[in-house]
T-cell receptor, first 115, second 113 residues
Framework: DTGVSQDPRHKITKRGQNVTFRCDPI?????LYWYRQTLGQGPEFLTY????????KSRLLSNRFSAERPKGSFSTLEIQRTEQGDSAMYLC?????????????FGEGSWLTVV | GNSVTQMEGPVTLSEEAFLTINCTYT??????LFWYVQYPGEGLQLLLK?????DKGSNKGFEATYRKETTSFHLEKGSVQVSDSAVYFC????????????FGKGTKLSVKP
């Protein structure tokens, strides 16, 4: 059983460019989450999907951030017009359902450096 | 809103020492409780969990007991190893419409040989 996979693992981009991260959840999981983690901090929740429906997006950091999960399987997180403050690790996670007791499994993260 | 508080790090211990990392959560609702571990440069791995009061989660020698009366979920290990050096996160999940984990800053543990 493969875990949550994220691509790319590392991305260096120039300020103002757009970047996109991909996440492939555990295959039978219908919940998919995106978090951001900056150095020395815990993960910060951004958004989540149940199947293809994005049920919470008010925590996305600005309107430059958007996420999709078009067929209820993989998801993408796009950051437009990147800024240096966007440098962080972006974590994807998935779970079987939204029940509080279900374990949420994390991927290895995608590191973004904006120069 | 809901929150979690962990003891400030870093925590530095000698190998085979006893470890306690304190964690308390807000008492709103009845969350499930999780401990995750993060090794340098990696994502988060589930360490253990407990879903109801008085449950004890355990894994790899680590233990934590869900204490509803004190809203706590302290992590303990009787004898730490150098390989336990990592950042540890306590995270409640209150379920409901979001069902996402709430994280604090984490506690960095360094174990010296």
């Amino acid at each position: 059983d493969t875990g949550v996979s994220q691509d790319p693992r590392h991305k260096i981009t120039k300020r103002g460019q757009n970047v996109t991260f991909r996440c492939d959840p555990i295959s039978e999981h219908n919940r998919l989450y995106w978090y951001r983690q900056t150095l020395g901090q815990g993960p910060e929740f951004l958004t989540y999907f149940q199947n293809e429906a994005q049920l919470e997006k008010s925590r996305l950091l600005s309107n430059r951030f958007s996420a999709e999960r078009p067929k209820g399987s993989f998801s993408t997180l796009e950051i437009q017009r990147t800024e240096q403050g966007d440098s962080a690790m972006y974590l994807c996670a998935s779970s079987l359902t939204g029940v509080a007791g279900n374990t949420i499994y994390f991927g290895e993260g995608s590191w973004l450096t904006v120069v | 809103g809901n929150s979690v508080t962990q003891m400030e790090g870093p925590v530095t211990l000698s190998e085979e020492a006893f470890l306690t990392i304190n964690c308390t959560y807000t008492a709103t609702g009845y969350p499930s409780l999780f401990w995750y571990v993060q090794y340098p440069g990696e994502g988060l791995q589930l360490l253990l969990k407990a879903t109801k009061a008085d449950d004890k989660g355990s894994n790899k020698g680590f233990e934590a007991t869900y204490r509803k009366e004190t809203t706590s979920f302290h992590l303990e290990k009787g004898s730490v190893q150098v390989s336990d050096s990592a950042v540890y996160f306590c995270a409640p999940n209150y379920g409901g419409s979001q069902g996402n984990l709430i994280f604090g800053k984490g506690t960095k543990l360094s174990v010296k040989p």
